[in-house]
């Protein structure tokens, strides 16, 4: 059962935090992680990219010369694809990129990733983060006070509306619910922070 730093901000004292085998104790699995981070990556393309056919280029569509008779190629239309400043042949349009992937595959892709952290030792748990009113100059405080600087994932099961509001100006700070909580994003930050509670969910969540 591995164990991660447990502390309270407030009282600054520290201790240690069982999380358990079935979610943060898992032999990764990178082709799930993979997957993952594939379908997250894929569901951010805008997919606006288009090319013009020969049907929206500019140009009259008379035919330039007659048919036969004149020894010289047939065309019908300046904005003929074979011409300079014709359509485009079978150019990129726009679409959706996104695709579904089963909701065992993302589970089991999360499990994997917070298993990672846990034993790279990239995992805090705090009791709670004490925050009464928006202060970014406090929660940095307190993240440097554990030690952390830079890509730093915090993780509550509803964020208070304080702890985004802090964050929020903190370039290297994310802040994530439960219910958000995605592979990609645990993997690109160096250091998670959870609240005791966030982890409990966790635990509840994923172990099926």
Do not use: C
């Not at 694809?81 to 679409?95: A, H």
Request: glycine share 10%.
């Amino acid at each position: 059962m591995p164990s991660v730093p447990l502390v309270d901000i407030a009282s600054k004292s520290r201790g240690e935090r069982e999380l358990a085998d079935a979610v943060f104790g898992v032999k990764p699995n990178r082709h799930l992680i993979y997957e993952a981070v594939r379908h997250f990556l894929a569901a951010r393309r805008r997919g606006t990219h288009a090319t013009k056919t020969r049907g929206l280029v500019s140009g009259s569509g008379r035919k330039l010369w007659r048919q036969k008779g004149t020894g010289r190629a047939r065309v019908g239309s300046i904005r003929d694809p074979l011409w300079r400043g014709g359509g485009t042949v079978f150019g990129p349009q726009p679409r959706d990129y996104s695709f579904k992937l089963p909701g065992k595959v993302q589970k089991g892709a999360l499990r994997s990733a917070l298993s990672l952290r846990a034993t790279q030792g990239g995992m805090t748990v705090v009791k709670e983060f004490e925050l009464d009113s928006p202060s970014t100059k406090r929660l940095k405080e307190q993240l440097e006070g554990l030690g952390l600087s830079s890509r730093v994932l915090l993780v509550d099961v509803k964020p208070s509306r304080e702890l985004v509001l802090s964050a929020r100006n903190l370039p290297t700070v994310e802040v994530r619910s439960v219910a958000a909580l995605h592979t990609y994003e645990v993997l690109a930050a160096k250091h998670l922070v959870l609240s005791e509670e966030a982890a409990t969910q966790l635990e509840q969540r994923l172990s099926s």
